[in-house]
């Protein structure tokens, strides 16, 4: 029985790849260039400045240039961090299930503490959520383990009696080390890797085949 559900935070909980997509191109806009559609970018919405400032302008982190757009790039986002940003549609009905029930929900996530926070809270999700860690919390970020395991330590949850979602390899790679049931989130991102290849124990296109889930997997009888 699963006692808990822990969820990624860009992707999977969230759609924030408006938001990322338009610090993205503001950057474009600064030199004289065309903004680019949300799709360009969203695949890559969970992959961090460093993806998204690749995406917009071809820049990397070997580059002289990366670091001023990136600060540029992260100061935009944080000004502007939930103009567009939104629960997936259909995922707050999953959130309600499990508050009536008394079933907590958390939030593991590779987002820095600085913009996670803001973020919830600007969408109402900070009193909902019983436990949200952030990256820069824990030694290592996902795929490794530890963000998830932290999660399961402030909540006093058993890893092995959680099941965390996610849209990114590096969701279910942490989730399988933590010892919890994983769930892909086909819903999200995806970054450039197919889904069906990452072993999760449960795939679920939309968040009502999440809801779906959580039925018979969060209740006893």
Same mark, same amino acid.
């Given at each position: 029985?699963?006692?808990?559900?822990?969820?990624?935070?860009?992707?999977?909980?969230?759609?924030?790849?408006?938001?990322?997509?338009?610090?993205?191109?503001?950057?474009?806009?600064?030199?004289?260039?065309?903004?680019?559609?949300?799709?360009?970018?969203? +695949?890559?919405?969970?992959?961090? @400045?460093?993806?998204?400032?690749? !995406?917009?302008? &071809?820049?990397? *982190?070997?580059?002289? #240039?990366?670091?001023?757009?990136?600060?540029?790039?992260?100061?935009?986002?944080?000004?502007?961090?939930?103009?567009?940003?939104?629960?997936?549609?259909?995922?707050?009905?999953?959130?309600?299930?499990?508050?009536?029930?008394?079933?907590?929900?958390?939030?593991?996530?590779?987002?820095?503490?600085?913009?996670?926070?803001?973020?919830?809270?600007?969408?109402?999700?900070?009193?909902?959520?019983?436990?949200?860690?952030?990256?820069?919390?824990?030694?290592? +970020?996902?795929?490794?383990?530890? @963000?998830?395991?932290?999660?399961? !330590?402030?909540? &006093?949850?058993? *890893?092995?009696?959680? #099941?965390?979602?996610?849209?990114?390899?590096?969701?279910?790679?942490?989730?399988?080390?933590?010892?919890?049931?994983?769930?892909?989130?086909?819903?999200?991102?995806?970054?450039?890797?197919?889904?069906?290849?990452?072993?999760?124990?449960?795939?679920?296109?939309?968040?009502?085949?999440?809801?779906?889930?959580?039925?018979?997997?969060?209740?006893?009888?």
């Amino acid at each position: 029985m699963i006692e808990a559900w822990l969820f990624d935070l860009d992707g999977t909980l969230v759609d924030t790849a408006p938001d990322l997509a338009a610090a993205a191109n503001a950057l474009r806009v600064a030199q004289g260039l065309a903004p680019l559609p949300l799709d360009h970018y969203r +695949a890559h919405a969970s992959s961090g @400045a460093r993806g998204l400032i690749g !995406r917009a302008l &071809g820049v990397g *982190p070997d580059d002289a #240039a990366f670091e001023p757009l990136r600060q540029t790039f992260l100061a935009h986002y944080a000004a502007h961090i939930a103009d567009h940003s939104q629960v997936f549609e259909g995922l707050d009905a999953a959130l309600r299930w499990l508050e009536a029930r008394g079933i907590p929900w958390g939030v593991v996530t590779n987002k820095p503490r600085r913009y996670t926070e803001p973020l919830m809270a600007a969408l109402q999700l900070s009193a909902r959520a019983t436990v949200v860690v952030s990256a820069d919390e824990v030694p290592f +970020a996902k795929p490794a383990p530890d @963000a998830l395991i932290e999660a399961c !330590r402030r909540a &006093g949850l058993a *890893p092995q009696r959680c #099941a965390y979602v996610g849209d990114d390899l590096r969701d279910i790679d942490a989730g399988r080390a933590a010892g919890m049931r994983t769930v892909t989130a086909e819903w999200g991102y995806l970054g450039t890797t197919r889904p069906e290849a990452w072993q999760a124990d449960d795939r679920c296109a939309t968040p009502a085949e999440l809801l779906d889930l959580m039925h018979p997997l969060s209740t006893q009888g």
